[in-house]
């Protein structure tokens, strides 16, 4: 570890704080329908928008109204990407002349662009046309991220107001969410990693003879406009097979960070934001504190471990940390921090092979996944998942003291605290019972880059991966019909089966009379408070996937000390 690896992430992080309060009390006005600086030009927009689809701003949904409204718009969001890869072979802005997706590849791909998670199973420059780049996966891209931002939005909502028991309008969110905030912010960022020389045309692929006399492909390609909401909207699928660490996605250490900031910038205002809800700015920043002490605690490991290397190459006098599967343009720690970013949302963009991490650097980012990726997690999904814990946290505080436990002034009952369990149950259930049927069947298995504890630890990451809705991949785990079928299952259940407890506690909590603050009163804001939440999260994520992380990397961890390989 070198001195410049940390002030790089400390600079990453002094940026994230400085961007945090401008951009959270920004969507906090947009959100509560107050006017902001982008009015005079947007609102004729949204008032038109609104006009033509017949949606009154002002009337607004149950948590139950609001939750049908958000799976009727993704089902036939996820139908028509769908239709679209099973037909791009005849429509147009096809200059290679890629073939229809197959049934099941399509299927995968359409439920994972459409519940954010961008699991790729193929490789974006030899399959999709820049029509379907463009109208399907950019397009998803933008709106289930808006979706994600929608949620949380009705979450903060129900857990702060006490005068009416209603969340909000999804229509209403949803297009502030992209009218307000990834629109004007993709824009210009588009313009920046253009600037930096990411492709941004519709001109066929080139070929060309490189100065040793091989043959290469140059892609082209509208890239510049899905890379920047591919990183703001926590999607994470590429425009190509190398992700971020392709000179193309990703062309300069300047565009890495900003690539970064994208990625974690919207997670983590909205914490002010939810201050501002809140009316006390103290419990937004007690959850930022949270989040960054999770961040810090996942890069400090990963560095540590990557910067530390493989004993058994060291041994034979190759040093300067693991760089196998990095650019070297990134090197150790840039592509640490990349892996810790990347995984504490739910992005799943990468600029470097987490299949060929250490043991423990490669547990990192599926330790960041196991523990809901909630530092500071996806556009509005790391919020609300953090709520979760927060509810969780304050009954085992009540439990300790004696008292009925309450957050914010509202008694946390019975009813909420199962819909937490609930939602904390939807990520073991569903990465680690297909994990365990995988690992004995034939098709399970069949696609492993890797035998052994890697292998175990591929399948592992894979499913934990979609459940998650990150998307990101031990890269040794290849497609087949049984993969293709069952993640795009494990992917709809890690949406929406977690965001439906949470639109459930939100509907429960909103309109709950507060209650005023004692003597006795725990207060949810307090360092104390950060560390009790801190240990409710660590628990349940390692009690929970200790004994499968022992299986995995934990196991392969202890053979690379005794100079054993698979």
């Known amino acids: 570890m070198t001195p410049q690896g940390w002030l790089q992430a400390a600079v990453f992080l002094a940026i994230v704080v400085a961007l945090t309060k401008p951009l959270g009390l920004y969507m906090a006005r947009v959100f509560a329908g107050e006017r902001t600086f982008l009015s005079p030009l947007l ?11 017949r949606v009154d701003p002002v009337r607004e949904m149950s948590a139950a109204s609001y939750l049908f ?16 890869l099973r037909t791009q072979k005849w429509l147009p802005l096809n200059p290679q002349d890629f073939d229809n997706l197959t049934p099941d590849n399509a299927w995968n791909v359409a439920v994972s662009f459409a519940t954010n998670t961008n699991w790729q199973f193929y490789s974006g420059e030899s399959t999709m046309s820049y029509l379907s780049q463009m109208a399907g996966l950019t397009w998803h891209n933008f709106v289930s991220g808006a979706v994600g931002i929608a949620i949380a939005i009705a979450v903060i909502r129900g857990v702060t107001r ?57 892609t082209g390609g509208p890239m510049a406009s899905q890379e920047v909401i591919k990183e703001l909207g926590t999607n994470g699928g590429g425009f190509v097979n190398a ?28 914490t ?34 990557e910067a530390a290397g493989n004993p058994i190459v060291h041994h034979l006098g190759v040093a300067g940390g693991n760089m196998e599967g990095k650019e070297c343009r ?27 991490y250490t043991p423990l650097g490669g547990l990192v980012p599926l330790a960041n996944m196991q523990l809901g990726e909630i530092a500071f997690g996806g556009v509005g999904t790391g919020l609300y998942g953090m709520i979760l ?10 439990l300790m003291v004696g008292r009925t436990p309450e957050y914010l002034g509202k008694k946390i009952e019975a009813r909420e605290v199962q819909l937490a369990i609930l939602g904390a149950l939807v990520l073991p259930i569903f990465a680690l019972v297909p994990v365990a049927i995988s690992v004995l069947i034939p098709a399970g298995t069949a696609t492993l880059g890797n035998g052994g504890v890697h292998g175990f630890s591929e399948l592992l990451y894979g499913f934990t991966s979609t459940t998650e809705n990150n998307g990101s991949a031990f890269g040794g785990l290849g497609g087949n019909l049984y993969f293709n079928v069952v993640m795009g299952i494990v992917m709809l259940a890690g949406r929406f089966l977690f965001l439906i407890p949470a639109l459930a506690l939100a509907g429960s909590l909103a309109g709950k009379k507060s209650v005023a603050e004692t003597v006795g009163t725990f207060t949810t804001y307090s360092p104390i408070f950060v560390v009790l939440l801190l240990g409710v999260i660590a628990i349940v994520g390692a009690l929970t996937f200790f004994p499968a992380d022992a299986l995995g990397p934990i196991v392969e961890h202890l053979q690379m000390l005794q100079g054993k390989v698979q």
């Open 272 to 305: 002010y934001t939810y201050g501002r809800f809140a009316r006390d700015q103290r419990q937004g920043w007690a959850l930022f504190v949270a989040m960054a002490l999770l961040f810090g605690a996942g890069y400090t490991v990963a560095y540590a471990a």
């Open 162 to 218: 006490t005068d009416r028991k209603t969340v909000g309008n999804f229509w209403v969110d949803v297009t502030r969410a992209l009218l307000y905030v990834l629109l004007p912010i993709s824009f210009i960022g588009a313009l920046v990693l253009c600037w930096q020389g990411m492709p941004q045309n519709f001109n066929p692929y080139r070929d060309v003879t490189t100065l040793e006399g091989a043959k290469q492909t140059i």
């Open 69 to 84: 409204a958000t799976l009727a718009f993704s089902v036939l969001g996820l139908l028509y990407l769908y239709v679209l």
């Open 243 to 270: 992700n971020s660490a392709s000179p193309n996605e990703n062309p300069t250490p300047f565009s890495n960070l900003f690539e970064m900031l994208l990625i974690f910038v919207i997670g983590a205002a909205l």
């Open 389 to 398: 814990f927060v509810v969780l946290t304050v009954f085992i505080a009540g």
């Open 43 to 53: 609102a004729p927009v949204e008032r038109l928008l609104f006009r033509v689809c």
């Open 330 to 356: 990134f090197g150790v720690p840039a592509s640490s921090l990349f892996a810790a970013v990347t995984t504490d949302t739910s992005c799943g963009a990468v600029n470097s092979a987490h299949d060929s």
